[in-house]
T-cell receptor, first 116, second 112 residues
Framework: GAVVSQHPSWVICKSGTSVKIECRSL??????MFWYRQFPKQSLMLMAT?????????EQGVEKDKFLINHASLTLSTLTVTSAHPEDSSFYIC????????????FGQGTRLTVV | GDSVTQMEGPVTLSEEAFLTINCTYT??????LFWYVQYPGEGLQLLLK?????DKGSNKGFEATYRKETTSFHLEKGSVQVSDSAVYFC???????????FGSGTRLSIRP
């Protein structure tokens, strides 16, 4: 299947700093990308959906000023956690799919963020 | 809204045992149904899918049948292996939406 690469796979940062996570589709053009957050032993919660060249659509309860999403090209989306705090520590997973009504979504390997 | 309910874990089985993980869904329209698997420290991998009623998805010995009458998509495997130990997520994608909604996940542990 298609490959989605997420970078970094883990990051530790200090409270108050910002962290950027990249999600790349390596062998297809990702019209739509999704960002999920996963707490320990829990399911994936969709944070936002982004389409290339337009603003992301955030799910209810997700602060768009805190979780900045940019989808500037068909192969790259970034999630920036601004002014991170310990409660932002989590596993963040991106997903990408190509255009089409029934195309499969492919997932990155995830990024474990720890804010100290 | 749309939702997915799957059996809570953890589930612990001996190698070569029969596996069933129950999954039911609530959705308007005609969703596509999926099972994803997550190995420790990794992202999700699509295990199998079914896009319409009575379809059976299968992969790596796992099977699930799309049952519209019972709104279910139970995951089964006849003989599990230690390497099947992972977290399994049932999910749906509504026909009118692009986002995927996940169940809570079921942790499976297989004893040698």
């Amino acid at each position: 299947g298609a490959v989605v690469s997420q970078h970094p796979s883990w990051v530790i940062c200090k409270s108050g700093t910002s962290v950027k996570i990249e999600c790349r589709s390596l062998d297809f053009q990702a019209t739509t990308m999704f960002w999920y957050r996963q707490f320990p032993k829990q399911s994936l919660m969709l944070m936002a959906t982004s389409n290339e060249g337009s603003k992301a659509t955030y799910e209810q309860g997700v602060e768009k000023d805190k979780f900045l999403i940019n989808h500037a090209s068909l192969t790259l989306s970034t999630l920036t956690v601004t002014s991170a705090h310990p409660e932002d520590s989590s596993f963040y997973i991106c997903s990408a799919r190509a255009d089409g009504t029934d195309t499969e979504a492919f997932f990155g390997q995830g990024t474990r963020l720890t804010v100290v | 809204g749309d939702s997915v309910t799957q059996m809570e874990g953890p589930v612990t089985l001996s190698e070569e045992a029969f596996l069933t993980i129950n999954c039911t869904y609530t959705a308007t329209g005609y969703p596509s149904l999926f099972w994803y698997v997550q190995y420790p420290g990794e992202g999700l991998q699509l295990l199998l899918k079914a896009t319409k009623a009575d379809d059976k998805g299968s992969n790596k010995g796992f099977e699930a049948t799309y049952r519209k009458e019972t709104t279910s998509f139970h995951l089964e495997k006849g003989s599990v292996q230690v390497s099947d130990s992972a977290v399994y997520f049932c999910a749906l994608r509504d026909s009118s939406a692009s986002k995927i909604i996940f169940g809570s996940g079921t942790r499976l542990s297989i004893r040698p």
